[in-house]
């Protein structure tokens, strides 16, 4: 689709309809097809590692069968899905779900949709989003709590240009950006000299910050089609490092809502001709990509992470929760922090969330207890160390298993440290633990330390060891057996 000017027409497209989306029924459907001139109907799931797929239907095409028995589609064709011999899906459009997509020339209407097993007709073992179904569905058999809410800070990189590649004999990769200080000297064309400094790129005003309008459009796109954009700003990165935060929501719906921030921001860069990265480390010497997660939970109304006069005012449930979350770190963060880009980030210095510990306000803990609002409705626990590069749908339902089986077993964190660790003395730094160094390592843990992700069925053996074999095949070897750059500059004269 060629945009004649993407700044005024790209949101034109787009209408509210997710807000009203838990009241449509088929025959609401089949008037707002007919009222919006619908063309096309788009069909969106998600693939094992966490990259939004899909296909697309002429509008003659829908009926009522897609939501009583769904469609075929070929499973094997989808990383970590089906092999070959078994490769016949199903998808199932979740009615609620339904936006008019506001990229689509054609008004196409979109649904996210689950996967469904062909002959058993049960939901597939490997759907992420049905894992994230079943952990809040165990939520509720535990009798701890009735609802968890997340709210995922996921920050990213505008960039102008990007170019990668690796044969036999070379191997390299490229980014530009107006704004990357980098270019502070550039005088192949006018430069006005407004770039973030180094690590210098919080919440500047344009015309430092070139994005204003960049991330204004995406953020009203996100909420033309149900995602509650509530700020944006530039983040610490120079070379146009962003955050857009939403509002928090339950975890299915905050991983539907997270898939579609993905899918606004690319496509919104994309027509502006820039594009987005959810690398979490796409720049030497400068802040990684994070994604802090939010989380609480909630019974009857009541959030159970609350109680006044404690430290930091979270409750015992809280502290037990957090517990659960430090002890299984190792093996959490196979889906917390599921790339080998992830540990580029995961280093001193960079405000990096890397100490396994807790604190109201030590930013480099993994977890820390936001203190910004005395509401008990705010209180809230913050794991720092996920990134954006996971399958968000796996990896809320991993923190949250990890976090109630810290409630069923009562784990104690270590006590909350609330010094600058990186001021600590030799003798106390020492005794707190890290997060590991690797995603290789972090796989390994998973295949010792799994048993709290299996229970209700919410992971199964099944998708642990495809997940497992993936990321050691497809990544670890992946990169394992490529020089670096870097070892040229260390090793070559030998």
């Not at 089906?82 to 998808?91: A, T």
């Not at 606004?264 to 990509?289: L, Q, W």
């Not at 540990?343 to 210095?349: D, E, H, K, S, T």
């Not at 996920?386 to 990890?402: G, K, V």
Request: with cysteine.
């Amino acid at each position: 689709m060629i945009m004649r000017n993407p700044k005024n027409e790209l949101t034109n497209h787009a209408n509210g309809l997710l807000e009203k989306s838990s009241r449509l029924t088929y025959r609401g459907l089949l008037r707002l097809i007919k009222e919006k001139n619908v063309e096309f109907i788009d069909l969106k799931f998600t693939d094992l590692p966490g990259l939004m797929q899909h296909f697309t239907l002429p509008v003659k095409e829908f009926n009522e069968d897609l939501f009583l028995h769904g469609i075929g589609f070929d499973g094997s064709s989808i990383r970590g899905f089906q092999s070959i011999d078994e490769s016949d899906m199903l998808l199932k459009p979740d009615m609620k779900s339904a936006f008019i997509d506001p990229f689509m020339e054609h008004v196409t209407l979109s649904f996210i949709c689950n996967v469904k097993d062909p002959i058993s007709l049960k939901i597939y073992s490997r759907d992420p989003r049905s894992v994230a179904q079943k952990a809040e569905r165990y939520l509720d058999t535990t009798g701890i709590g009735d609802t968890v809410y997340f709210g995922p800070e996921a920050e990213f990189y505008i960039f102008d240009e990007v170019r990668f590649d690796q044969t036999y004999n070379q191997g390299f990769y490229f980014i530009d950006s107006e704004e990357g200080f980098w270019n502070s000297g550039n005088g192949a064309k006018p430069n006005l000299g407004y770039k973030p400094r180094y690590k210098e790129g919080y919440f500047p005003t344009p015309p430092m910050d070139s994005m204003q309008d960049l991330r204004s459009t995406m953020v009203k796109t996100m909420m033309k089609i149900g995602v509650d954009a509530r700020l944006h700003h530039h983040e610490v990165g120079t070379g146009g490092q962003a955050e857009i935060g939403i509002q928090f929501n339950t975890l299915t719906n905050m991983a539907d809502s997270l898939m579609k921030y993905k899918y606004v921001t690319k496509n919104v860069a994309h027509h502006y001709h820039k594009t987005v990265t959810f690398m979490p480390k796409p720049i030497f010497m400068d802040n990684g990509s994070g994604m802090h997660v939010h989380l609480s939970l909630w019974r009857s109304g009541t959030n159970l992470f609350f109680e006044l006069g404690r430290y930091g005012d979270i409750s015992e449930l809280a502290e037990y929760c957090i517990g659960g979350i430090l002890h299984h770190s190792s093996s959490l963060l196979a889906f917390t922090n599921p790339t080998t880009n992830s540990f580029r980030r995961l280093v001193p210095g960079y405000e990096a969330p890397i100490n396994l510990m807790y604190s109201k306000r030590n930013r480099s803990a993994c977890i820390r207890i936001p203190m910004y609002s005395p509401s008990e409705k705010a209180k809230r626990i913050e794991f720092r160390t996920p990134d954006p590069s996971c399958n968000p749908y796996l990896a809320f339902a991993a923190i949250l298993m990890a976090g109630l089986d810290g409630i069923e077993h009562r784990i104690k964190p270590p006590a909350p440290i609330d010094k600058d660790l990186y001021e600590l003395p030799p003798e106390e730094k020492a005794k707190v633990k890290s997060v590991p160094g690797s995603l290789e390592s972090v796989i390994d843990a998973l295949e010792e330390d799994h048993e709290y992700l299996l229970k209700g069925n919410v992971f199964t053996q099944d998708l642990l060891q495809v997940w497992i074999d993936y990321k050691r095949e497809k990544e670890i070897d992946n990169i394992r057996l490529r020089p670096h750059p870097g070892e040229f500059a260390l090793y070559f004269d030998i």
